[in-house]
């Protein structure tokens, strides 16, 4: 995997998508030259036209990694591929007719888009069809040899049995830290040079997963190791790079601590985020105000009480707000103001507000909230008082969450279906600590196109 602006992209996602751009270039010069002949009109060199070219591959590649369309479905099934491909040229045509209408000096003419949007599906799937299998084989993988057969390490071998992984666990040492656990594991004293046995196994990464690793670390053989070349992780490391989460079973508060990253609270990243925050809530508020307005009267109609309401959240630096919503609910969900988590086919939940939950209407006044600052548009989400108090108390690490500004939606919200019990909890907490360990502007760009997708395919709303 190679590191981008502080996240993680698997090295087929970068050349997949490196490919794509190339080919979306392709696709949009075809198809003008195709056009330009049909009319007789002299085709000027290629340079004349890189702008337009351009901003054809841009928004087709942003609709692309908005629906999803780099996601491990895409190498394991190309039914998956081609729905999103779909999706995302429709997506991609309602961009460019946008960037038309405001811009029209950086679009090609209607014809010209038609004839280069249909060779772009046409490559695009075909692409997936040659490399879909090979990209997501082992040839992009890395080959892992774990040191330790215990718990952790059991761990790493269960990972790499999940479809679209991309590792490949080579092999396991017992170490002296423990009975193993790992089935197969080979015993550290059988191995007379672990450096050269890594290279018979053709193994790239050495992963530590010991469970005690006091005085048991093998310092001469990391040293051996790291020294041939051969890159060395921690678990702790190799599951957040793996998993774009921070396992908490795994983690200490030393590893935390000494790992580089939460710097969201840097001086810079803070303006940016809060210009942004600023610009994108105006804007979202004017343009979706006819939609809340209309929302806000079908819920009246429904059922009797306010179609807005405000509920008690907890926030940055653990300071208490409100949040504003459109209420989704029976006015009497919660008996004298108590809290209590959602179910899944709640009953409390009106026909028209599972509706606006599933499309996630119900979340739009709160661009009313993050206009304010209370709240960003990328963060984790700010969760009730009574629950945080009880979750602080079950799950480790619970409060590093609150030193991020919350946000309407989060690296938690597009990779973990909706949750409403400590093990979800739990899970979330797992994904809002690497947003906050490796937030970037990037990484918050990715999460608001991703959203998308959650929208567009939403997984357990409640």
């Not at 490196?18 to 340079?47: K, S």
């Not at 709640?346 to 979340?363: A, L, N, Q």
């Not at 009730?384 to 619970?398: I, K, N």
């Amino acid at each position: 995997m190679i590191r981008l602006f502080k996240h993680y992209v698997p090295h087929a996602v970068l050349l997949l998508g490196l490919v794509d751009g190339v080919l979306l270039m392709a696709a949009a010069e075809i198809g003008w030259v195709f056009r330009a002949g049909q009319i007789g009109m002299v085709v000027e060199p290629i340079y004349t036209r890189i702008p337009q070219l351009l901003s054809f591959a841009a928004s087709l590649q942003i609709a692309l990694v908005a629906v999803g369309a780099y996601g491990v479905g895409s190498f394991l099934s190309l039914r998956f591929a081609a729905a999103r491909l779909v999706v995302a040229i429709s997506l991609g045509v309602i961009l460019l007719s946008l960037i038309f209408f405001f811009v029209p000096s950086l679009t090609f003419w209607r014809s010209n888009l038609f004839y280069s949007m249909l060779i772009a599906t046409v490559f695009l799937v075909v692409i997936r069809a040659l490399l879909g299998r090979v990209l997501g084989g082992e040839t992009f993988k890395r080959r892992v040899l774990v040191l330790g057969a215990g718990s952790r390490a059991e761990r790493i071998r269960e990972l790499s049995q999940q479809p679209g992984i991309n590792f490949v666990a080579a092999g396991f040492v017992a170490m002296s830290d423990g009975a193993p656990v790992v089935a197969g594991a080979i015993r550290r004293d059988a191995i007379p040079n672990l450096a050269a046995h890594i290279v018979d196994i053709g193994a790239t990464e050495v992963v530590l997963a010991l469970e005690e690793r006091r005085n048991a670390l093998p310092l001469a053989d990391l040293l051996r190791v790291k020294t041939t070349g051969v890159t060395v992780s921690e678990i702790s490391t190799f599951l957040e790079r793996q998993t774009g989460r921070i396992d908490l079973n795994s983690v200490n508060p030393s590893w935390l601590i000494f790992s580089d990253g939460f710097s969201s609270g840097m001086m810079l990243s803070t303006i940016f985020k809060r210009a942004f925050d600023i610009v994108a809530s105006l804007s979202l508020l004017v343009l979706t105000l006819p939609l809340i307005v209309a929302t806000a009267i079908a819920i009246r109609l429904e059922s009797k009480g306010p179609a807005f309401y405000r509920q008690r959240r907890v926030g940055l630096y653990n300071e208490s707000f409100d949040i504003l919503k459109l209420r989704s609910m029976r006015q009497d969900a919660e008996v004298a103001g108590k809290a209590v988590w959602a179910e899944r086919d709640d009953p409390r939940i009106t026909r028209i507000g599972r509706f606006i939950r599933k499309v996630r209407i119900d979340e739009l006044p709160q661009t009313w909230t993050v206009l304010k600052g209370q709240m960003s548009f990328v963060g984790p989400r700010p969760e009730r008082p009574q629950f945080v108090d009880e979750l602080e108390q079950h799950l480790p690490y619970y409060a590093e969450r609150h030193m991020v500004k919350p946000g309407i939606t989060g690296w938690a919200q597009i990779n973990y279906p909706y949750g409403a019990s400590i093990d979800d909890a739990r899970n979330k907490l797992e994904y809002d600590l690497y947003y906050a360990k490796n937030y970037s502007p990037f990484l918050d760009l990715l999460i608001l196109l991703q959203t998308l997708r959650v929208v567009l395919w939403p997984a357990g709303a409640r």
